[in-house]
């Protein structure tokens, strides 16, 4: 019969198990905060190509358009 005292009790390795899940929790933790920063960083470089396209780019191509529809 099980009691609430045996119920509650690691299996032999248990304990192991449990820091093994929590270092797996913390490696995938680091991991994600790791991932956002890189995203982030991406996002940042994406958006300044875009901006450098837009001021730098858009104006020429309008004025070429222009040019070909004539």
């Known amino acids: 019969m099980t009691t609430c005292d045996t119920a509650v009790r690691l ?3 248990g304990a192991q ?5 929590s270092r797996l ?3 995938l933790r680091t991991a994600a ?4 920063r890189a995203v982030r960083l991406g ?3 994406l958006e300044k ?7 730098e780019f858009e104006p020429r191509v309008a ?3 222009v040019r070909i529809a004539r």
Do not use: F, I, K
Request: aromatic share 4%; proline share 7%.
């Open 11 to 13: 299996p032999p390795g």
């Open 17 to 21: 198990a449990v820091v093994t899940l």
């Open 25 to 27: 929790s913390a490696v």
């Open 33 to 36: 905060q790791a991932g956002l």
């Open 43 to 45: 996002r940042e470089q």
């Open 49 to 55: 190509v875009v901006e450098e396209y837009c001021v």
């Open 63 to 65: 004025l070429a358009t």
